[in-house]
Nanobody, 115 residues
Framework: QVQLVESGGGLVQPGGSMTLSCKAS????????LGWYRQAPGKQRELVAT???????NYAASVKGRFIVSRDNTLNSVYLQMDNLKPEDTAVYYC?????????WGQGTQVTVSS
């Protein structure tokens, strides 16, 4: 069993930066593919970024060049550095941990980009 707790959301102005953190409990953290997803009001949840056990990363086209995903296996944590934020980045951001047969989600953290 893995429990994920996100932190770091809030209100930021367009063009600003914000870092989200996700702390995991449980064992074998290093073998999980970790990801960040987001869901805006009235829209489906969508992939933002993933990072696997080899630290290979994948980004949605809409955030590539602006967001950076990283992980620290010694701290059981995954991060999402978000720069040059846009109003369309406003959403609830969810942390995800996945390995074959298992899939865990955090409770989500709200990110609002507005002036």
């Amino acid at each position: 069993q893995v429990q994920l707790v996100e932190s770091g959301g809030g209100l930021v102005q367009p063009g600003g930066s914000m870092t989200l953190s996700c702390k995991a409990s449980g064992t074998l953290f290093s073998i999980y593919v970790l990801g960040w997803y987001r869901q805006a009001p009235g829209k489906q949840r969508e992939l933002v970024a993933t990072i696997n056990s080899s630290k290979s990363v994948n980004y949605a086209a809409s955030v590539k060049g602006r967001f950076i995903v990283s992980r620290d296996n010694t701290l059981n944590s995954v991060y999402l550095q978000m720069d040059n934020l846009k109003p369309e980045d406003t959403a609830v951001y969810y942390c995800n941990a996945e390995r074959p047969g298992l899939n865990y989600w955090g409770q989500g953290t709200q990110v609002t980009v507005s002036s």
